[in-house]
């Protein structure tokens, strides 16, 4: 992608940030983002370099989008509570800020005539049923209010796109990881979690018997496919992964092994709204707009570590 106007919603979080990061070398970038869970630290560096615009503020203001909106290409709507565990714990925030954020995201996308909404959903809509791989034909089976919020944004991006031909995408993320990812939150995902646990000789932590599995992804991917889709033709709703899974056990195993440090895992009892398996069907997207995943999970970990 050259030579676009892009705005990024939540674009001082961990995709979020990556995406610009990506972007702002050749394209005009505007990040928005509250900084309730974004770290200004993320993109500080394209703030100095004048690489982007950061405005620091909401996507529950309305006015505040569609000023931002005007003469902007594409919409990465990237911003939302970003946990499964945490919208259990404050379902008003996430319904707010998922919901109803994402409402006015696409108000202001259609007012300003942007060419297309990439919205980020989550793998969690497909909920615990044994079938796999996840297809997106699927019918959902929610557990948590997250998922319920991404699923709530997949339809809403779907109506305004029948109703009012606004260009939307859905990308139904499958347990992306990489660096920017915060391994200090009470939610933080699994791998920088674990990365930081293992470096420090402390025991690491499984909800479960470790035996479930997670199609993990790397950030980079994810980057990739968000551009990708951009870029097409393709409205709808697309998974994205790799297409491999791999056990909790597995995971610990390999960390374990590329850091050299043999920590002992603590086994604790599943935590609520967290799936057992996880596999992403990622057919449909490669033939869509050409989605080839290009990380292994052991390369994705040693570009992490290693930076």
Same mark, same amino acid.
Request: hydrophobic share 40%; no cysteine.
């Given at each position: 992608m050259k030579n676009k106007k892009v705005v990024i919603t939540g674009g001082a979080g961990f995709i979020g940030s990556n995406l610009a990061h990506e972007l702002a070398t050749e394209n005009n970038v505007t990040v928005i983002d509250d900084l309730?869970?974004?770290?200004?630290?993320?993109?500080?560096?394209?703030?100095e370099m004048k690489k982007i615009r950061f405005v620091h503020g909401s996507i529950l203001n309305l006015?505040?989008?569609?000023?931002?909106?005007?003469?902007?290409?594409?919409?990465f709507h990237q911003a939302a509570i970003p946990s499964v565990p945490r919208s259990i714990d404050d379902p008003v925030l996430s319904n707010n800020v998922n919901i109803s954020g994402t409402l006015n995201v696409l108000l202001a996308a259609r007012d300003n005539t942007?060419?297309?909404?990439?919205?980020?959903?989550?793998?969690?809509?497909?909920g615990d049923t044994p079938i796999l791989p996840k297809k997106e034909e699927m019918t959902p089976n929610l557990q948590s209010i997250y998922a319920l919020t991404k699923l709530a944004g997949e339809y809403y991006c779907q109506l305004f796109h029948q109703i009012y031909g606004l260009s939307t995408i859905c990308l139904r993320?499958?347990?992306v990881y990489g660096l920017r990812q915060d391994p200090h939150s009470d939610y933080a995902a699994v791998i920088p979690k674990f990365i930081d646990r293992v470096r420090d000789k402390k025991p690491l932590i499984i909800y479960g018997d470790g035996n479930q599995t997670r199609d993990f992804t790397y950030i980079r991917d994810i980057v990739n496919a968000n551009i990708l889709a951009a870029e097409s033709q393709a409205n709808g709703v697309y998974n994205i992964g790799t297409g491999k899974?791999?056990?909790?056990?597995? @995971?610990?195993?390999?960390i374990t092994e590329v850091l050299t440090n043999n920590v002992k !895992?603590? $086994?604790n009892d599943p935590r609520p709204g967290d799936i057992r398996d996880? @596999?992403?069907?990622?057919?449909?997207?490669?033939?869509?707009?050409?989605?080839? !995943?290009? $990380?292994?999970?052991?390369?994705?970990?040693?570009?992490?570590?290693?930076?």
């Open positions: 309730s869970t974004g770290r200004l630290e993320n993109i500080s560096d394209l703030i006015q505040l989008l569609q000023k931002i909106f005007h003469g902007i290409d594409f919409v942007i060419d297309k909404v990439i919205f980020a959903s989550s793998s969690s809509v497909y993320y499958f347990n899974s791999v056990t909790i056990n597995k @995971l610990v195993q390999l !895992p603590i $086994y996880s @596999l992403a069907d990622i057919s449909s997207a490669t033939k869509a707009f050409g989605y080839h !995943p290009q $990380y292994s999970l052991k390369n994705g970990i040693l570009e992490m570590i290693n930076n």
